[in-house]
């Protein structure tokens, strides 16, 4: 197996105290702080293990012209005024900066694989399993891992390094994509030295 | 608005009694009985409104040449033998065969819409919204949904026409997906007449 | 390299002299002749060498509801009444029919990738190398090289093994794809025994 | 119809005569004026005519991991050195610099459709017609095409803005595109004023 490194949308409109959508992640709390530095240990143990790192970003139009108005979720981007392509909202959380070398995907949608190049950044590259970090579980993370799934990859869901403001979907989420990925612990997969 | 209705699955391994997979459907339960019977009346009123009809069958080749080994989902497949093309267990369950002029889009993965021609028969027929329903809730129907939503169409998740073995992890997908679709009630959307 | 052929449009509207379409062979020439008998014998041959063999077969519905009105080549087709799916004119040319465990995919477009299932069909099974051949040249073998060849497949095309009605524009084809494929006679490729 | 523009790779490798492609453009012919002028005076119509401008770029990993080892085109471009994401080479050629508000779409193979943002880009925004100019005529112009009248969109092509090293190429290209496309003089579709 040749293995990548998928974190996404740690972005500050998503993750950040001040950023505009408040249900993507529970700022204020225990697990909030928890998630934020599991998922730092496992991007440093990937690059330091030579895994291709790849950062989804997801950022609309300024305007939102690029926007789907067809469902609560993309309509609720807009009324917040989030994600603006270019705007601090959309810029990477720190601590989650591409360096120069990695690959950066961008999205309007969900999926990290639906009309975006990830899959040719992949396939290029030989990649044959993802392992999966960021929030929110059940939107971007799980529409990602499924899509993963459906076209071969051999997936690993970072439990630890994912977040959603509804722990109770979080939850289910990782109970269903069990049964198309390996949910399992960071420390299991990339141990910290 | 323009509506299809897509019926994912209803398939004899998937379905009936005698049909090898188990974790689908509890079909000895009232709910499953409910199920058929809102799902039959749904089918009968978009035939009977004109709506575009869609069937999704998921079937592999008898050897599984054509299965992803990739997760438990697919692999348990194989093990129990199911959903061959052209077998009884990959055929229309009674009462969902589809009809001489009606679609059929077959796939071997959870999505009807990756890597099938589905968004091809919608967009040239000029299908803006699609309603939903079948089977399993929070494998097929789910990803099917997430993928509608990303790529811009409206999506009505027929709840009472969506059944899945497992209890909570229908429910939980039921309210994850209201964020994409308006999940609502056939009877809402398809009075029976 | 593991190897698949892919024949495509073997269908009696487009190469019987019976067939609806005119423009993609000019049946009543020896190039023609000698077009179908060396296709004939690479099939053999490429059953014989046990090469994955996957049928591309393009259809649509009767009234055509699936068909894109976009362009010349679309509109034709339905003035013509060509291509009907069940009809005659969309089955295979005898000698090109598919056996029992060889892959078939469907489509309503010029690409065999587009929106088919084609590419999870060749991603399972560990495919990395298209031999391709069919008709027209110009048409759907050319958009499918192009395809294969931008998604990381290593491509053949089997020169001799394709055709046009329009001489001028397959030979300019052919120059063209020699620098996203191999362009090769088909006895350096399967040599008949 | 709401119609876009699709202003394919103008960049400096591929049309600067200092650029590292020479197949793409033979510079020093008055053809190459004459096809950068009109290209300009186009871009200047459609955005007095309050069209969506849609830049498409190609370009590689500095290290090109992102390239696709399967075709001469591709690995040319590595023994060129050319199209280095971040380059002068992969930058915008003079007069033809994305504004603001404007979509540039980056990929790594010769369509523009495959694996990119592009037609979530025109599905968001309700664009039903194409205009496409660019080079290199006969690989990523003729491919987006292609793709483009595949998936169901009207298309335009723009022949005095388009170009090509291999004027018979070019030739053949936009003589087979004739049934994909409209192939027509920018001045008839967008009058300068």
Same mark, same amino acid.
């Given at each position: 197996m040749s293995d990548a490194l998928l974190a996404l949308h740690f972005q500050n409109d998503i993750c950040h105290p001040d950023g505009r959508i408040p249900f993507s992640l529970d700022r204020h709390t225990i697990d909030a702080t928890n998630?934020?530095? !599991?998922?730092?240990?496992?991007?440093?143990? !990937?690059?330091? !293990?030579g895994w291709i790192i790849i950062h989804v970003h997801i950022a609309f139009a300024a305007d939102y012209s690029d926007l789907m108005r067809n469902c609560r979720l993309f309509l609720k981007t807009e009324t917040l005024g989030a994600l603006k392509r270019g705007s601090w909202g959309a810029a990477a959380l720190a601590g989650f900066e591409p360096r120069d070398h990695e690959i950066v995907v961008t999205t309007n949608g969900n999926s990290s694989f639906g009309r975006t190049q990830l899959e040719n950044e992949l396939r290029s590259r030989g990649i044959t399993r993802l392992n999966v970090m960021g929030l929110a579980t059940q939107f971007s993370v799980e529409h990602t891992v499924r899509d993963a799934a459906d076209i071969g990859f051999h997936v690993r869901l970072l439990a630890d390094c994912c977040a959603s403001g509804d722990v109770e979907a979080h939850r289910a989420?990782?109970?269903?994509?069990a049964m198309l990925a390996d949910v399992i612990s960071s420390d299991a997969v990339l141990p910290a030295r």
């Open positions: 998630f934020l530095d !599991a998922s730092k240990r496992a991007l440093a143990a !990937a690059r330091k !293990a989420s990782l109970r269903t994509l």
